[in-house]
């Protein structure tokens, strides 16, 4: 889950680690801890739904910003179709639940 | 403390805390245990840069924000601890294994090829360069020795040589290339598993370490 959650993230425009893991971190519950981004990043990488580019900083060294491929908006999309079906049947079970 | 000694504990605490991750990222393959290193140690220059104060405790929390190395290693999919604990054994299985009995090297390359700690090529010398050593060990003794009792060349009768006819000095070199080929291999393994303890051992002095441990410092407030 916490994949297509960088995923999403990534639709809005590349991003580097840093501000991912913030982003993540902040929202909680998504990531264990800021660190694991990093091996996720790696697989995603890795698997080819986003790729990587150096870029200068204003402040620093240069950056490694990390870009959804296209492999990476399709996986994307099937995943949010999924979701929203799997979303809909857990609703409807614990919705039946609570009125009995 | 001023902020120059702050600053050196704060570098301290992220480069004990890199050398854990490192520890723990052992059985990763290397190249993306690299480049996970690589992205963390960024991560945490770009936290500090971020800081007011760079001191040791806003180290620290930063570090805790990144988190537990173990739990990184695990999303990176590092094989637990519990498959390296023949580890020790290995090197000495196989420099003394082939000697005193052929089971013992079997074991000890069994025991190498199963633990994450060695890279595939170490494991491969190991298993085949030691045990070519041994054997140029071998042939270049009995050369050695026949070439010193005078055989080679115009061999008199009773020095059945068998076609090891090798000068003193060649037969020497091939025993002391065969003793290194045999050695160096499991040896090097070793060395890299003492370095791996070594960062294990380097923690930094949290209270978890145990009850008996006891820190003086701001923080030794005790009870």
Not at chain 1, 17 to 23: D, I, K, S, T, Y
Not at chain 2, 19 to 41: F, T, Y
Not at chain 2, 50 to 70: E, H, M, N, S, Y
């Amino acid at each position: 889950m916490a994949e297509q959650c960088v995923l999403a993230l990534l639709t809005t425009g590349e991003k580097y680690g840093f501000e991912l893991a913030r982003e993540l971190g902040e929202r909680g519950q998504i990531i264990a801890s800021e660190g694991t981004l990093y091996p996720l990043l790696a697989r995603l990488r890795r698997n080819g739904l986003v790729e990587t580019s150096w870029r200068e900083s204003t402040s620093g060294p240069p950056r490694r910003y990390y870009r959804l491929t296209g492999d990476g908006e399709l996986a994307l999309a099937s995943f949010r179709k999924q979701w929203r079906v799997f979303r809909d049947a857990v609703d409807e079970i614990l919705s039946e639940g609570s009125q009995e | 403390m001023t902020s120059r000694q702050s600053t050196r504990e704060a570098d301290n605490l992220v480069r004990r805390y890199l050398a854990q991750l490192n520890a723990a990222l052992q059985g990763v393959d290397a190249s993306r245990r690299e480049e996970i290193l690589a992205e963390v140690h960024e991560h945490i220059e770009q936290g500090r840069d971020g800081l007011d104060t760079d001191d040791a405790a806003d180290v620290r929390t930063l570090l805790d924000r990144v988190g537990d190395p173990a739990a990184i290693a695990a999303e990176a999919g590092a094989p637990s601890q519990d498959s390296r604990r023949w580890d020790a054994w290995a090197p000495w299985l196989i420099i003394f294994g082939p000697v005193a009995s052929g089971l013992g090297w079997i074991a000890g390359i069994l025991i190498l090829w199963a633990s994450p700690t060695w890279s595939r090529r170490d494991k491969l010398t190991a298993t085949i360069v030691s045990p070519a050593g041994l054997v140029a060990l071998f042939f270049g003794l009995v050369a050695a020795l026949s070439a010193a009792a005078g055989c080679p060349g115009h061999a008199p009768a009773g020095c059945t040589t068998r076609g090891v006819t090798l000068p003193l000095g060649v037969a020497i070199l091939l025993a002391v290339a065969g003793l290194a080929a045999h050695l160096l291999p499991p040896i090097h393994p070793m060395r890299t598993r003492r370095q791996q303890r070594f960062t294990f051992t380097d923690q930094p002095d949290e209270p978890s370490t145990g009850p008996a441990r006891r820190k003086p410092g701001p923080l030794g407030a005790n009870a």
